[in-house]
Nanobody, 125 residues
Framework: QVQLVEFGGGLVQAGGSLRLSCAAS????????MGWFRQALGKEREFVAG????????DYEDFVKGRFTISRDDASSTVYLQMHSLKPEDTARYYC??????????????????WGQGTQVTVSS
């Protein structure tokens, strides 16, 4: 069973940057799409970005387009979320996720099956 561990959260000023990492273990990494979600205090968890198994397709929620970039490194079984121009409203716990279906790129957030514990990102104004 896959385990996902997120790194890289922290406190940053508005306008700053952070790079989140998610290390996967417990199964082959390359056949599976990966995604990032976030959940702010008192709010529902929301999709942020996804990347397909080959890295050739990505998907972003509108509120992060042009600011965040998702990428993957199959050699190290790691998916990244590079975040620029951070805003206070980006403050949330960020979760890495994956699907149990190899070579499938989820089309809805509900198709992600496995989750990490999350890493907190706090953006100060």
């Amino acid at each position: 069973q896959v385990q996902l561990v997120e790194f890289g959260g922290g406190l940053v000023q508005a306008g700053g940057s952070l790079r989140l990492s998610c290390a996967a273990s417990g199964r082959a990494f390359s056949p599976y799409a990966m995604g990032w979600f976030r959940q702010a205090l008192g709010k529902e968890r929301e999709f942020v970005a996804g990347i397909n198994f080959s890295g050739e397709r990505t998907d972003y929620e509108d509120f992060v387009k042009g600011r965040f970039t998702i990428s993957r490194d199959d050699a190290s079984s790691t998916v990244y979320l590079q975040m620029h121009s951070l805003k206070p409203e980006d403050t949330a716990r960020y979760y890495c996720a994956t699907t149990d279906r190899p070579y499938y790129f989820p089309t809805t957030p509900g198709e992600y099956d496995r989750w990490g514990q999350g890493t907190q990102v706090t953006v100060s104004s």
